[in-house]
């Protein structure tokens, strides 16, 4: 399975950025998808996550400015990302959990990262 995610690139506060995350490979059903984030000198945190019927989970604090979003024919998620804020600055990781084997043992797997950097 890849993550392969696209849309990071340079932003001014205020604005806005879609990130895409498109997963291949043998792969039959996505459990969920979602988006880490990683800046300098700190953890990796949870961004959004979306399960198959669509149900989301926010981090609080980005709630109201970020919305996330899959197409499970097409084994996408997408991040909206609005009112951009220069403590978004990061590296935005996609991950989906997948079921495996006879008892469905859910394994991630993570893309490669695409970078968000916002001035002021």
């Known amino acids: 399975v890849q993550l392969q995610a696209s849309g990071g690139g340079f932003v001014q506060a205020g604005g806005s950025l879609r990130l895409s995350c498109a997963a291949s490979?043998?792969?039959?059903?996505?459990?969920?998808m979602g988006w880490y984030r990683q800046a300098p000198g700190k953890q990796r945190e949870l961004v959004a996550s979306?399960?198959?019927?669509?149900?989301?989970n926010y981090a609080d604090s980005l709630k109201g400015r970020f919305t996330i979003s899959r197409d499970n024919a097409k084994n996408t998620v997408h991040l909206q990302m609005n009112n951009i804020k220069p403590e978004d600055t990061a590296t935005y990781y996609c991950?989906?959990?997948?079921?495996?084997?006879?008892?469905?043992?859910?394994?991630?797997?993570w893309g490669q990262g695409t970078q968000v950097t916002v001035s002021s």
């Open positions: 979306i399960i198959s019927d669509g149900s989301a």
């Open positions: 991950n989906a959990v997948i079921p495996r084997g006879p008892y469905g043992t859910e394994y991630e797997y």
């Open positions: 490979g043998s792969i039959f059903v996505i459990n969920a």
